[in-house]
């Protein structure tokens, strides 16, 4: 693993331990050409996945781009990094499991919308503003009025 600081290619392993959920490792490394500490994450990845963007671009899945988007979504919002992180795995998973090496990014805004709606209903209707292009303030208001009708957003 190369250093982050210094960009030294022989870090070492001082501790690894399984996370919370067992989903992945958490190691601590240490950098012996500049003495830096970090931590790294380890986690089984099945497949390599391609997200298939509205333009028919084809592009490699990116975690983190995920993660940053909820992240966005869920600012100022009484949800903890960890179940961002649960919640980021989970979909993962789910995207893995479908079989599919290719998935169109339709799927992918479509389950975090299902995750956020159950979650907290302010991130929900953030994310839905950017996912589905909200131009004025109309988009807003027709879409939180669907909400009103919809039990699923509820709390």
Same mark, same amino acid.
């Given at each position: 693993m190369r250093c982050p600081y210094c960009g030294d290619d022989d870090t070492q392993v001082k501790d690894s331990r399984p996370t919370e959920e067992n989903a992945s490792i958490r190691r601590r490394r240490y950098c012996p050409a500049c003495g830096s500490r970090f /931590? /790294?994450? =380890?986690?089984v990845q099945l497949r390599e996945l391609t997200v298939i963007?509205? =333009?028919?671009?084809?592009? @490699?899945?990116?975690?983190?781009?995920? /993660? *940053?988007?909820?992240?966005? !979504?869920?600012?100022? *919002? @009484?949800? +903890? @990094?960890?179940?961002i992180e649960r919640i980021v795995n989970g979909l993962q998973r789910r995207l893995e499991s479908l079989g599919e090496p290719e998935i169109p990014s339709k799927v992918i805004g479509e389950m975090v919308m299902e995750v956020l709606a159950d979650l907290d209903p302010v !991130?929900?209707?953030?994310?839905?503003?950017?996912?589905?292009?909200?131009? +004025?303030?109309?988009?807003?208001?027709?879409?939180?009025?669907?909400? &009103? &009708?919809?039990? /699923?957003?509820?709390?």
């Open positions: /931590t /790294t994450f =380890e986690r963007k509205k =333009e028919s671009e084809k592009v @490699p899945f990116d975690r983190e781009k995920l /993660t *940053r988007s909820l992240m966005i !979504a869920l600012r100022k *919002r @009484p949800v +903890e @990094p960890e179940r !991130a929900y209707v953030r994310f839905a503003s950017v996912y589905r292009n909200f131009r +004025e303030a109309k988009d807003f208001e027709d879409f939180v009025e669907q909400l &009103g &009708g919809d039990e /699923t957003v509820r709390q």
